[in-house]
């Protein structure tokens, strides 16, 4: 095992459980990924069992640990098959819980789903690379419509999110681009284990859909979008998906809370799943529970996808969130059951920061998700004695009204009780 004690936990290099970000596609159902191995399991003990001798038990070898809350990582003898141990393991007493270290879902065709992102680059079918001010493709520019549809500019004038640390858990951020300069604090990289969570690509076609790189760009287009909100923000880069947008959940789990050990008041996770895993279940309590405002980018099919959906809207311990376009319209791509999404946000043509000192424009409820998180920042810059149920409750309540299109996010009881988009100038209380 290899141990990083700042982190204070021991994590396990080279898991192939399925975690996407479809910054190529939303969510790439199609992606040919390599087989996963079907000979590791995620496993909690009770307090008190030694992870090492129950390990034994079962003849295999502990190979990564997160101490805190004892998670643990095995790799089991050969010729043994997690779906045939997962019974036994979980009828021991000395268990929570055990898990496979991978996710994958029936799909239509047959193919696989996975834990992916929402947003698509570029869109119009072509990136631009600028400095500041110039236009992108479409006509979409760094003052873009999006700013101006929810009050930014009058926002700003109340809050710029000061010394709020706000985690962008994704495929890393370009750390040296011009436009995030003061702005990055340093992080984590959970794929390559070290302490470069740069966003860049490697050259290489990881998940074997004939694509190289297509994931690089995701992380440092969401940092855009929350730097351009809250100015005065810090943001913390922590990457758990590789260039192609492959991960694992053991990453994310450790991802989420590296960012709450390391001050986060708010995790951005632009990504989502069909199922909740109890890993996954037990890294959101924690950041939750220790009063950390955690957005997410709800799904773009049919629910509940996690961990959008995670509580349930009237509980929101996770706020999900919806794209809508200029006209608020709801974006066709904004799918999902009612749980999945507790608010909207601007969507569809959004310019922001992109790979190699670079600008984009893209479109997905992970696009959203930031806009979110940049809000929850400022109110909490604002308001620094609220607790995270507050700052939630005031953005999912001081909200615009949206239209529901067709193929739009439609809610049991009708347009009428859709989410609301976004409303910055009402949130904080600014001038109009």
């Known amino acids: 095992m290899r141990a990083i004690h700042s982190l204070k936990m021991i994590v396990a290099v080279g898991l192939a459980l399925a975690v ?31 992870s090492a001798l129950l390990a034994a038990r079962y003849g295999a070898t502990v190979t ?21 141990l997962l019974p036994a393991l979980n009828a021991d007493p000395d268990l929570f ?22 947003g698509s680059f570029p869109a119009g079918g072509q990136r631009y690379f600028g400095g500041h001010g110039d236009s992108a493709s479409g006509g979409a520019s760094k003052d873009q419509w999006a700013w101006k549809k ?13 010394g709020v640390i706000v985690a962008i858990i994704d495929s890393g951020i370009d ?22 969570p740069y966003d860049r690509g490697d050259g290489l076609d990881n998940d074997g859909n004939g694509l190289i790189d297509e994931g690089t760009g995701h992380g440092t287009h969401i940092a855009g979008i929350v730097h351009t909100l809250a100015p005065g923000a810090m943001i913390l880069p922590v990457r758990v998906l590789n260039s192609d947008g492959i991960g694992t959940y053991w990453e994310v789990a450790a991802g989420i809370r590296y960012a709450v050990d390391h001050g986060a008041r708010v995790i951005n996770l632009s990504m989502s799943a069909p199922r909740l895993t109890p890993s996954l279940s037990d890294a959101l309590n924690y950041a939750i529970g220790r009063g950390v405002v955690v957005v997410a980018a709800a799904g773009d099919g049919e629910g509940a996808n996690y961990p959008a959906a995670f509580g349930g809207p ?23 059951r009612t749980k999945d999404t507790d608010v909207f946000a601007p969507g569809v043509d959004i310019f922001s920061t992109f790979a190699n000192d670079g600008y984009a424009s893209g479109a997905g409820t992970s696009m959203s998700a930031a806009f979110v998180s940049g809000e929850a920042a400022l109110l909490i810059a604002q308001h620094p004695e ?24 439609k809610k049991e009881g009708g347009e009428e009780n859709a989410p609301g988009r976004i409303n910055l100038t009402s949130a904080l209380g600014a001038p109009k």
């Open 20 to 50: 996407a970000v479809g910054s190529a596609g939303i969510v790439r159902a199609d992606s040919k990924l390599p087989d996963v191995p079907s000979d590791q399991v995620v496993v909690k003990p009770k307090p008190g069992v030694d």
């Open 64 to 84: 990564g640990v997160v101490t805190e809350t004892n998670l643990t990582l095995w790799q089991l003898p050969a010729g043994q098959a997690a779906d045939a």
């Open 97 to 118: 819980y055990a898990e496979p270290n991978y996710y994958a879902d029936a799909a239509p065709g047959g193919s696989q789903r996975y834990f992916g992102g929402h």
């Open 150 to 162: 929810i009050g930014l500019s009058s926002a700003q004038s109340v809050s710029t999110g000061q």
């Open 175 to 196: 750390l040296d681009h011009p436009a995030l300069a003061g702005a990055l604090l340093p992080g984590y990289d959970f794929v390559g284990m070290d302490d470069d």
């Open 314 to 336: 009237s509980a929101r311990s996770v706020l999900g969130v919806g794209a809508t376009d200029s006209e608020d319209v709801v974006a066709a791509f904004s799918g999902g």
């Open 386 to 409: 609220w607790n995270a149920a507050k700052v939630s409750e005031t953005i999912v309540k001081k909200i615009s009204k949206v239209k529901v299109g067709e193929g739009g996010n």
